[in-house]
């Protein structure tokens, strides 16, 4: 009924700049939450930022100052601005949401297919 599609990934040298976008699209009356999430190979997957149910933003420590994460509700889209890339931000980066789906307390959740970053010289 609802998918996510993650795109903007892509390899940058470090200090450069990418602009993910994580799109919804289906049977949609709003989004309640959007994370993005990231994971490197042999490590847990963790929080990068999102956007909580009262609408407040959350950032981890380690991109703070460096990412932002942004709405446009008209596209049904999120995007997580990535400026000043290091090495370290290297991972397959996968977005989540809930999406109420009617006015009547309908909702989905799911997650996107995820979109890789390289951060190297």
């Known amino acids: 009924q609802v998918q996510l599609l993650n795109s903007g990934g892509g390899s940058v040298q470090p200090g450069g700049s990418l602009r993910l976008s994580c799109a919804a699209s289906?049977?949609?009356?709003?989004?309640?939450?959007m994370n993005w999430y990231r994971q490197a190979p042999g490590k847990e997957r963790d929080l990068v930022a999102g956007?909580?149910?009262?609408?407040?933003?959350e950032y981890a420590d380690s991109v703070k100052g460096r990412f932002t994460i942004s709405r446009d509700n008209a596209k049904n889209t999120v995007y997580l601005q990535m400026n000043s890339l290091k090495p370290e931000d290297t991972a397959v980066y996968v977005c989540?949401?809930?999406?109420?789906?009617?006015?009547?307390?309908?909702?989905?959740?799911?997650w996107g297919q995820g979109t890789q970053v390289f951060v190297s010289s």
């Open positions: 989540d949401a809930e999406i109420s789906t009617d006015r009547d307390g309908e909702t989905w959740y799911g």
């Open positions: 289906g049977r949609i009356v709003s989004i309640n939450e």
């Open positions: 956007f909580t149910r009262d609408g407040r933003i």
